[in-house]
């Protein structure tokens, strides 16, 4: 399952780390219209993910896996030719349809292995995603240069395309026996809706989506170029990866703590990116600009990075903990529909708040922070 990680993960980051800036210089979008089609995507990802995740419990992961990155390197291969709204929102369909059937299977795969195993096998999977994270921006600047957005595109439905057939190497999951799909669906979700616990705990994680992925958005729309937002962006993948072996250790991940620390220090991320100003940077990596703003923009990956770090390994146990084994896409569905759900909205304010100019990107920003403080301290009044 590292494998296939490491193969979609080279095929996502390469272009979503320059996606924002091809979208505003390339095609010329406002922030508002960038952040409804990326929207766009987080809300087909999500929303599909409550049916899909329950579905995945009935076709098996390897199948299910295989669907996955075949819409995923369609919707690459469209967006890497498309220079209008209706193809970019046809892009943005089919990759958060391919999204919503790719993480509950590859994730299924590493709930399936034993308690004691799981920890490290899910260690392994982030790694394998945080590595490629590392590599992919600046491997996509490469081909930007060679060949342009679409060269880029290209190469990403072309890594999609391999892990699907990656997919089909995988061993046979379990799966409901006898169960018709509409069937399945209706059980499964039965099953979530009446595990209470699960569900208050689904809420509180609700914000996590959007502050893993909102920095997507908000460096680019800050202003940094795409050799400053590369840096970033590897540098809060190369941390998310160094901490893994330790949330793995014991079954930290596991702790309630560790979640209330990893939304913690994600706020504290997006509070170090408010006086931040990418104009006052020179152009790529080796240029002489503000060393404030490049401490500044370092601080913040890292702060990002523990975060992010520190978070998904914390949910993934505890909904592999509550989910019965035969059950395990539908509880992963369930607790991405809830936190989609949230990106959507979060990402539709965050464009809005950067249209309105510098005053509005200082209110997306705080928002957020003030976001995952409030969703810690709930948390912290939570049985584990």
């Known amino acids: 399952m590292a494998t296939v990680q490491v193969a979609v993960g080279l095929g996502f980051y390469s272009v979503f780390a320059h996606v924002v800036a091809h979208l505003r210089d390339g095609v010329g979008l406002a922030a508002g219209t960038i952040g409804l089609v990326l929207g766009a995507r987080l809300l087909i990802q999500y929303a ?20 996955a990155c075949v819409l995923r390197a369609c919707g690459f291969a469209l967006l890497g030719t498309a220079d209008g709204l209706a193809g970019l929102t046809a892009a943005a369909v089919l990759l958060g349809a ?28 982030l790694v394998g995603g945080h590595v490629s994270a590392v590599v992919g921006p600046p491997a996509g600047l ?17 890594m999609w395309a391999a892990a699907a057939a990656l997919f089909l190497l995988l061993p046979a999951s379990s799966r409901l026996p006898g169960a018709s799909a509409p069937r399945t669906l209706t059980r499964s979700i039965g099953a979530v809706v009446r595990d209470r616990p699960f569900l208050r705990f689904a809420v509180i994680a609700g914000p996590s989506t959007l502050l893993v992925g909102g920095t997507t958005t908000v460096v680019p729309l800050k202003g940094f170029t795409s050799g400053w937002t590369t840096l970033f962006f590897c540098v809060a993948a190369a941390v998310v990866a160094a901490v893994q072996p330790w949330c793995a250790s014991g079954g930290r991940a596991g702790r309630p703590g560790v979640l209330r620390a990893g939304l913690v220090l994600s706020g504290a991320g997006y509070l170090a990116l408010v006086p931040l100003d990418g104009a006052s940077l020179a152009d790529g990596l080796a240029g002489g600009g503000d060393t404030a703003q490049a401490a500044g923009l370092l601080a913040a990956a890292v702060l990002g990075g523990l975060g992010t770090g520190l978070m ?25 529909f809830l936190a989609g759900m949230v990106a959507f909205a979060g990402a ?9 100019g510098a005053a509005g990107a200082a209110a997306a920003l705080s928002g957020l922070a003030v976001l995952a403080l409030l969703a810690a301290c709930v948390r912290g009044r939570l049985p584990a």
């Not at 599909?48 to 299910?64: E, F, H, I, N």
């Not at 195993?117 to 392994?124: E, L, Q």
């Not at 539709?348 to 309105?356: E, M, R, S, T």
């Open 142 to 158: 490469v081909l930007l240069g060679a060949g342009g957005f679409p060269a880029l595109a290209a190469a990403a439905a072309a």
């Open 312 to 336: 998904q390994p914390s949910i993934f146990q505890v909904v592999a903990r509550h989910a019965p084994p035969e059950r395990v896409g539908a509880y992963l569905g369930t607790s991405s």
């Open 98 to 125: 391919g999204g919503a059937v790719y993480h509950p299977a590859a994730q299924s795969v590493v709930a399936g292995l034993s308690p004691a195993r799981r920890s490290g096998g899910y260690g392994a999977y």
């Open 348 to 356: 539709l304010a965050v464009g809005a708040l950067f249209d309105a």
């Open 48 to 67: 599909l993910l409550l049916p899909v995740g329950a579905l995945t419990d009935a076709l098996g992961a390897p199948r299910a896996g295989t669907l």
